[in-house]
RNA sequence: GUCCCCAUCGUCUAGUGGCCUAGGACGCUGGCCUCUCACGCCGGUAACGGGGGUUCAAAUCCCCCUGGGGACGCCA
């Protein structure tokens, strides 16, 4: 049994989009579920586009999804003198030639050929010169001139092409740049990929590397092209249809293995399961349920998704998390301990950790700057309420204990005493400690916003009142 | 234009010839719970693109059409 050997080769040119990181995920999960490796490789050959802004960029991206790499990252860009040895081998076994022909040259051959409605390619007009070595010449790559040339693909079955529409490839630029076809093909042969997972719009390259392996001598890995994810209009997604960097929905205040969890659902499927562990991941993740039709990223459902493990999160590391995103919107800091009580009243409530942050601010806000809601202040802070107020500021003042059980009983016991219903109490009370209308449970807010806080803030709405 | 791929509720999907008058989830929606907002619970809405075959039997297999996507670079 051969060790699987997955990669994730991003090109960093671009940051770390929603459909990199799903095929990075499946290839991580593949090879860690076989114990197997998993490579990260920079595909920079495209020296002008790429940068290492991005490179790092993606790895946080990476890191931040938990996907851990066994090697790399290589750099194509270092790997030069390797390409050249490969183009040089397929040009002395005849698989490869000198082409003198111009960029504009080959562009014109192409527009012809568009325009007499033939497939648009080289036309191999330098193909059987035997030019040799020379400035101005690329190296082109010699194709079948007919035939097909096809390969078993893992999601898609049985995929073949007429070699009529392939052309003589460039395998080394004017540059002396090894071009993507030739560099992938390179890398998976020498870093010994088993599995090759990748986006739907790498299937037609495919048959072009299939080629290149068969003149190098080479088997090929197992190939599995995994559908593209769509925008909402069910075009290519792009930043027109809003966040599609994962670092994006990382400062959106989404949960990373929400983000694992929706990416791995969309376009894998294991029965009706929704929710996902990672150790469920590694033990149920498998090829043969990837669907072979492209998806639609659909916002809701991760804000579902995030909502849930926001839920079942650790109040402790929600408290970091919500810190964070506090002192991003100017708040003030507070303990860790006292973020840690408030985490679990917002829970159920927040479906992102920045809706999080913005429910938790009157929780941190210092009594006399709370944010009144002026329109609920002026509805619920009436005269009649006044009065009860003023009791219960002494009452809570002296009530022997502040957690929920006991403020309950305080309030029940008062009501009573006063024949007066909760409800009439409830929204007042929430409008004076909270300054808003929605807010988690009085009793519980009480407790942990404490009997300074409560009692300050009570005092500020009898003295508005006056 | 040529080639390749795809096709079940609005969306993600289950379904591998009979268990399907098509199941789950998100969304939307009715109700319950209730100090507000949520959570939760119960219910509803909604799909096999069309046409031909094959078969005792088709969402499932084959063909055509239609629709969608992708690729045709000295980008990756």
């Known amino acids: 049994m051969t060790t699987v050997i997955t990669r994730f080769p991003p090109s960093p040119t671009g940051h770390l989009h929603v459909g990199g990181a799903r095929t990075a995920l499946f290839n991580w999960l593949w090879a860690r579920k076989n114990s197997g490796r998993f490579t990260l490789r920079i595909e920079d050959t495209d020296a002008a586009r790429s940068s290492e802004e991005m490179t790092q960029g993606i790895l946080d991206g990476m890191r931040w999804l938990g996907l851990d790499w066994d090697e790399g990252p290589y750099y194509q860009s270092r790997r030069i003198d390797l390409y050249n040895e490969y183009i040089d081998r397929l040009l002395q076994t005849g698989h490869a030639y000198y082409c003198a022909c111009t960029p504009e040259e080959v562009e014109a051959m192409r527009t012809q050929a568009r325009a007499s409605g033939a497939v648009p390619k080289y036309n191999g007009r330098c193909r059987d010169k035997g030019l040799t070595s020379g400035p101005g010449r690329v190296v082109r790559f010699k194709a079948p001139l007919s035939g097909e040339t096809g390969f078993l693909d893992l999601v898609k079955g049985p995929i073949s092409v007429p070699n009529t529409q392939l052309d003589d490839m460039v395998l080394r630029r004017l540059d002396g740049m090894p071009t993507y076809n030739l560099a992938v093909v390179v890398d998976d042969v020498t870093m010994n990929m088993t599995h090759i997972i990748r986006g739907d719009d790498h299937l037609s390259n495919t048959p072009k590397q299939v080629l290149l392996y068969e003149a190098l001598g080479?088997?090929?890995?197992?190939?599995?092209?995994?559908?593209?994810?769509?925008?909402?209009?069910?075009?290519?997604?792009?930043?027109?249809?809003?966040?599609?960097?994962?670092?994006?929905?990382?400062?959106?205040?989404?949960?990373?293995?929400?983000?694992?969890?929706?990416?791995?659902?969309?376009?894998?499927?294991?029965?009706?399961?929704?929710?996902?562990?990672?150790?469920?991941?590694?033990?149920?993740?498998?090829?043969?349920?990837?669907?072979?039709?492209?998806?639609?990223?659909?916002?809701?459902?991760?804000?579902w998704l995030n909502a849930h493990y926001i839920k079942s999160e650790s109040p402790a590391r929600l408290a970091g998390l919500l810190a964070e995103h506090l002192g991003r919107r100017g708040q003030p800091e507070s303990g860790a301990a006292y973020l840690e009580a408030v985490a679990p009243l917002l829970q159920p409530r927040a479906g992102t950790m920045v809706e999080m942050a913005e429910m938790a601010e009157f929780f941190v806000a210092g009594d006399d700057e709370l944010v009144m809601d002026e329109a609920a202040a002026t509805k619920f802070l009436t005269a009649q309420v006044k009065e009860h107020f003023a009791v219960l500021h002494f009452l809570l003042r002296d009530a022997p204990g502040f957690d929920q059980a006991a403020l309950e009983a305080l309030f029940t016991r008062y009501l009573e005493g006063k024949g007066v219903a909760f409800k009439i109490l409830a929204q007042p009370l929430r409008v004076v400690l909270t300054g808003k209308t929605k807010s988690p449970g009085l009793f519980e807010t009480m407790e942990v916003l404490g009997r300074d806080r409560v009692l300050r803030r009570l005092a500020n709405a009898l003295r508005r009142m006056e």
């Open 218 to 303: 080479r088997p090929l890995p197992q190939f599995g092209h995994v559908p593209m994810i769509l925008g909402p209009d069910k075009k290519k997604l792009s930043k027109r249809h809003g966040a599609t960097s994962v670092t994006a929905y990382r400062d959106l205040g989404y949960l990373p293995e929400a983000m694992v969890n929706y990416l791995v659902r969309l376009g894998w499927s294991h029965g009706d399961q929704e929710i996902f562990s990672l150790d469920e991941l590694l033990t149920h993740f498998s090829l043969e349920h990837l669907g072979s039709s492209a998806c639609v990223f659909d916002q809701s459902k991760l804000l």
